[in-house]
């Protein structure tokens, strides 16, 4: 068992293909694992390679490997046998070369030995497996034609084969297993029929294949060849479509046809060698459309996920972020997630790349269409059951506003019940923040939110909108925050969750509160891990102006400010924020286009005019949660010179449920009075606030004065709110007790708001945002202040209309008269507004007497219990 074996066997191989593998050597370079085989084999019996797929180059590449290391030649004969080659493949094509075309029996080798074996007791036959692959895994600089044509789980045509031996044949790998021996497996086998035994062999001898293809280029993550089948062989599946039969009273047979068109319909077809090709024409793709890409936190996640079944949950910003996140995983050395997309995105073209890159496909809604439900939450399942890693948008859609919207829970509960099912692999949630300084989609947004319907997704469309690729989009952000874990969730919810793992179908009363913790933990977490970047800073800046204009001393002293805040009031450790100072921001947001520089012999203005005041309010709005606290603070000195600190925190306490609700803040009410607290400091030590009668008492200066123009600034990145909340009170208040439903209430908020934007000039499209009502009344509803009556009726405490007073503490009277006014009610008149300002002389005992009074009621309409202290005395 030499190379001296070759020269026989050389003579007894076709001339043809001794040339053909001469005319190949130039194109192959061939590393063997092991690099010396020959120690793999047992001196003086045959041996017979097994390959995996039947290929004229395997065969010439084989015979080379052989030959290089010194084994025996797999083209000469096997000896004490009749079979002319010692070599066969499990796979076969019609023919093993060009013109044959015989249908052949892939196990009819294997019957051929056993056979041989049966008459020699003694003998012995050493069946050697051997894996070839070309393009295993060419590097990143080889290009993306090469990659194209890289080793994958595909049995490949010939022409196919051809261009992988000529792009890739340098990179090729020929992996010898340890032999077994026939005589010991037909020995254990206990006499069983010749074709029975080769059929068991050849079981063992695909799934060896199997396992060393995964080792050597990953997992086969082709659902349409793994996921289909087990899928519609689900028993909810079979149940579900023996259900569909008997109600549409079709037969079985087509009722499981529509099945597995829904399959189809939703299956993602991920494909390896199309995911790399991507990722070079991505990077070029990149390039020309940002300036950078960055990643913060990433090998926390790294770190975490070992182990886990990870979900990818970003928030939604734009199309890109499907591609961004798959691009920076994939050249992270992650494996690219399964992502849910909207079945409007499985456009000609464009879905069928989408899903060879990993994107499986769900219709908005499931009403009305149980057999598609049960096959969605069935794929589902079968993804997580295998450890595949997916990646979806509990937000539902694209956020308009740059706020984060609240959450569906519909996948996740899919995800929950699919790990309550098979609780192999323990579920981790991982959100991720994406940043950017510019969006694509930033006109659209502002029609949408204007009323103008939402432009179908086509690719007309598509093509249409590629003239966006001639702008520059500055810089985008991925951080990833600190991930959710199911496992303590459902611990906390209920000790004995295990025994739900037993029944399929059951869904425990307690569900539907851990799926809606771990949305709202999600949403929290994701804000959590913001990135501030410079347009970010001046949107909250310049927006919070009448014109939208500043004096370009007042914005690098507002800038500074903004920096400063952040970096000592930390919102969390997974906050990254622009290492630009305050000149370099305004530069760099004149280079951006999003401001412009108004020249005065008394010093430059910078301004955001038009439409770029509208766009900006979308990046004012992704960080608006990181400045409430302060936002607060600064609320309450707008109309008010002096507060006490105690009053503050008492107020802040009431309203906080409602503002936590709309932007998903981590702290609990004793955590916000923490920040409050610290704020309160900070504006001390900067001079902003001034702390009297030993810290009880904080005054501001007069109007004039620098400090409160920038508390002002401050405070009008939250006074927006406010309106909205003193806008769905008034609407309640003026039209009275058992008059509205909860969606007429709504829609006269929303036009409410509206016309007030009109009337204001307001740049804020989200300030009428129909949702953000109906999150706040969603709100009330909870805490008690409003509930419905037998009718379906909105019913509310008499201290709702003391609130309508009592606003003053915040809004001015401006604000509140302009908003009774135009508030569509009946004949029912809310009691009379009382004068907001208060002097700015004023003493302290007419200060906390309205204090008292205003504290009375909001304490009572958000459900406090007990009566609202002076805010005064200790």
């Not at 065969?59 to 000896?79: D, H, K, S, T, V």
């Not at 029929?193 to 082709?222: C, M, N, Q, Y």
Request: aromatic share 8%; glycine share 6%.
């Amino acid at each position: 068992m030499n190379s001296t074996a070759d020269s026989p066997a050389r003579q007894r191989a076709p001339w043809w293909f001794n040339l053909a593998g001469q005319l190949l050597q130039p194109w192959v370079r061939i590393r063997r694992d092991p690099a010396e085989p020959t120690t793999l084999l047992q001196a003086g019996v045959p041996v017979c390679y097994v390959i995996e797929r039947d290929g004229f180059s395997d065969a010439l590449i084989l015979q080379r490997a052989c030959r290089e290391a010194g084994l025996p030649n797999p083209m000469q004969p096997l000896a004490g046998t009749r079979r002319r080659r010692s070599v066969f493949a499990l796979a076969r094509r019609d023919g093993w070369l060009f013109g044959r075309n015989r249908r052949r029996n892939p196990n009819e080798p294997l019957r051929q030995l056993v056979r041989s074996l049966e008459g020699m007791p003694g003998d012995d036959i050493q069946i050697m497996p051997v894996s070839i692959y070309v393009g295993r895994a060419p590097s990143r600089d080889s290009g993306w034609f090469r990659v194209l044509f890289s080793e994958n789980w595909v049995m490949v045509g010939r022409f196919r084969r051809m261009l992988a031996l000529l792009l890739n044949g340098r990179d090729t790998v020929v992996h010898f297993s340890a032999p077994v021996s026939l005589r010991q497996m037909l020995d254990e086998a206990d006499a069983i029929a010749p074709e029975r035994f080769a059929r068991k062999v050849a079981r063992v001898l695909r799934a060896h294949f199997h396992r060393i293809r995964a080792a050597v280029i990953g997992p086969d993550l082709s659902h349409r060849r793994t996921v289909v089948d087990a899928v519609l062989n689900a028993e909810p599946v079979r149940a579900a479509i023996a259900a569909s039969a008997a109600k549409e009273k079709i037969s079985q047979a087509k009722a499981w046809r529509k099945a597995h068109k829904l399959v189809l319909e939703i299956a993602a077809d991920y494909s390896h060698p199309v995911v790399r090709s991507a990722s070079f024409l991505l990077s070029n793709f990149w390039n020309k459309l940002y300036d950078g890409i960055a990643m913060h936190h990433f090998d926390k996640a790294r770190a975490a996920a070992p182990g886990h079944e990870v979900i990818y949950v970003p928030c939604h910003r734009s199309h890109a972020d499907y591609l961004l996140m798959s691009y920076q995983l994939h050249v992270s050395g992650v494996v690219v997630p399964h992502i849910a997309a909207g079945v409007n995105l499985n456009l000609p073209v464009i879905g069928p790349i989408l899903r060879r890159g990993g994107a499986f496909f769900l219709r908005r809604s499931f009403k009305g269409n149980a057999l598609y439900s049960v096959v969605f939450n069935e794929y589902v399942a079968q993804l997580i059951d295998r450890g595949v890693p997916m990646e979806y948008f509990i937000e539902g859609g694209r956020s308009r506003t740059g706020r984060l919207l609240a959450p569906r829970a519909g996948m996740l509960a899919m995800t929950v019940r699919a790990f309550l099912r098979a609780p192999r692999r323990p579920v981790l949630f991982q959100p991720v923040y994406i940043g950017y300084e510019k969006l694509m989609e930033g006109k659209s947004y502002i029609g949408e939110l204007s009323g103008q319907p939402k432009e179908k997704e086509s690719l007309l469309g598509l093509l249409k909108g590629l003239k966006v690729l001639r702008q520059r989009y500055g810089h985008v952000a991925l951080n990833f925050g600190e991930p959710v874990e199911l496992t303590p969730l459902l611990d906390a919810a209920s000790g004995d969750w295990r025994v739900a793992t037993t029944d399929p179908e059951a869904k425990p009363e307690w569900l539907n509160a851990v799926t809606d913790r771990l949305a709202e933990r999600i949403q929290i977490n994701i804000n959590r891990a913001a990135d501030v970047n410079p347009i970010n800073l001046l949107a909250l800046a310049l927006l919070a102006t009448p014109k939208h204009a500043m004096a370009e001393s007042d914005l690098l002293t507002q800038l500074e400010l903004g920096k400063a805040m952040l970096e000592e009031l930390p919102y969390s450790d997974r906050i990254t924020l622009t290492p630009m100072g305050p000149a370099a921001i305004i530069a760099y947001g004149e280079q951006m286009g999003w401001i412009q520089r108004v020249q005065h012999p008394l010093g430059d203005v910078l301004t955001a005019t038009g439409e770029r005041a509208v766009l900006l309010s979308y990046f004012r709005n992704n960080v608006l949660h990181l400045t409430t606290t302060a936002a607060w603070v600064a609320c309450c000195f707008l109309n008010n010179r002096r507060m006490s600190r105690s009053s503050i925190l008492r107020l802040g306490r009431i309203i906080y449920p409602f503002i936590q609700g709309e932007l998903f803040l981590p702290w609990d009410e004793d955590g916000f009075a923490t920040q409050m607290q610290a704020t309160i400091d900070f504006f001390v030590r900067r001079g902003l606030l001034e702390s009297v009668s030993d810290g009880r008492v904080l005054e501001r200066s007069p109007g004039q004065d620098d400090g409160a123009y920038q508390l002002k600034v401050i405070a009008r990145s939250l006074i927006q709110a406010f309106e909205r909340y003193y806008i769905t009170i008034a609407a309640l208040a003026k039209n009275g007790p058992h008059t509205l439903t909860g969606a007429e209430l709504e829609n006269a908020c929303t036009l409410t708001a509206q016309r007030l934007s009109l009337l204001n000039e307001l740049s804020a499209p989200e300030f009428f945002d129909k949702a953000l009502f109906r999150g706040f009344i969603q709100k009330l509803r909870e805490r008690r202040v409003v509930w419905t009556d037998e009718d379906g009726k909105l019913d509310y405490d008499a201290a709702l209309e003391g609130m309508v007073r009592d606003a003053r503490v915040i809004l001015s009277r401006e604000v509140r008269h302009s908003i009774l006014k135009i508030t569509p009610g009946g004949d029912r008149e809310p009691m009379a507004d009382q004068p907001a300002h208060v002097p700015a002389d004023s003493d302290d005992a007419a200060l906390h007497e309205r204090h008292v009074a205003a504290e009375h009621h909001l304490h009572q309409a958000s459900g406090g219990t007990g009566a609202a202290a002076d805010p005064t005395r200790e």
